[in-house]
């Protein structure tokens, strides 16, 4: 296996876990203008949320500029990244927030851009 295709070479996995855990503060202080950068800005962008779904970085934009801050904390729970060569990497994890007795459940999809990672596409589910 060659450097294109090796699983979690440590510089990058070091790069997508410092990425995912800034996300996860943005997300939290509801940084919007920091939460849509970590996003591609492309219309092929997906994102399903909860209870939304957007199709495009600008329907992405108009959700978090709608959205309100959390007014709950959120503890994350097996966070799995696993990066493949120097262009792409899975982040996962489950979480739990102090407003529901719901599980949480989230994936990102990144791919590394000429202009630096960004979120290609990402899930966020909650169940029982």
Known sequence: MNADNAVNLPEVLAEITALFH????????????AL???????????????????RGHAELVAFRAASPA??????????????FGH??????????????PL??????????FAEGWKIVAAHVSMVP
């Open 22 to 33: 800034a996300y996860e503060a943005a997300f939290m202080r509801n940084d919007v203008e």
């Open 36 to 54: 849509n950068n970590y996003f591609w800005n492309d219309g092929a962008l997906t994102r399903y949320g909860i209870a939304d779904l957007q």
């Open 70 to 83: 959390p007014n709950f904390t959120r503890t994350l729970h097996n966070v799995r990244i696993t990066t």
């Open 87 to 100: 262009h792409s990497a899975f982040a996962f994890t489950e979480f739990t927030r102090s407003d529901t």
């Open 103 to 112: 599980k949480g459940r989230q994936s990102q999809t990144w791919v590394r």
